[in-house]
């Protein structure tokens, strides 16, 4: 049973810096394409970062792109997203996704082409 945890999320003045989780289990993990999408009150869903199976390829949202790492370690099954200088317009519900592996789909990222979600993690950026 595929399943995605995401952890890391938090109440951080602007500016500040957080590292987000994603902690993957019940699949072959190095064969899936894994996204960062977030989800503000009133907003639609959308793609923030996504990565390739072997890390190879990575896609940013504009506005985060120079901010926001995405990175990936298969040995342990888990994707991060750094996320420096953080602005309030950052805040909202982030969740991470997986896709079989697609460069099409990582370089779109987009929420509807993502098979498998994980529960949310909660990023407020506010003084």
């Known amino acids: 049973q595929l399943q995605l945890v995401e952890s890391g999320g938090a109440l951080v003045q602007p500016g500040g810096s957080l590292r987000l989780s994603c902690a993957a289990s019940?699949?072959?993990?190095?064969?899936?394409?894994i996204g960062w999408f977030r989800q503000a009150p009133g907003k639609e869903r959308e793609g923030v970062s996504c990565?390739?199976?072997?890390?190879?390829?990575?896609n940013y949202k504009d506005s985060v792109k120079g901010r926001f790492t995405i990175s990936r370690d298969n040995a342990k099954n888990t994707v991060y997203l750094q996320m420096n200088s953080l602005k309030p317009e950052d805040t909202a519900l982030y969740y991470c996704?997986?896709?079989?592996?697609?460069?099409?789909?990582?370089?779109?990222?987009?929420?509807?082409?993502?098979?498998?979600w994980g529960q949310g993690t909660q990023v407020t950026v506010s003084s």
């Open positions: 990565i390739s199976s072997s890390g190879g390829i990575t």
């Open positions: 996704a997986a896709t079989a592996q697609s460069s099409l789909r990582v370089r779109l990222c987009a929420p509807s082409t993502f098979d498998s």
């Open positions: 019940g699949f072959t993990f190095d064969r899936y394409a």
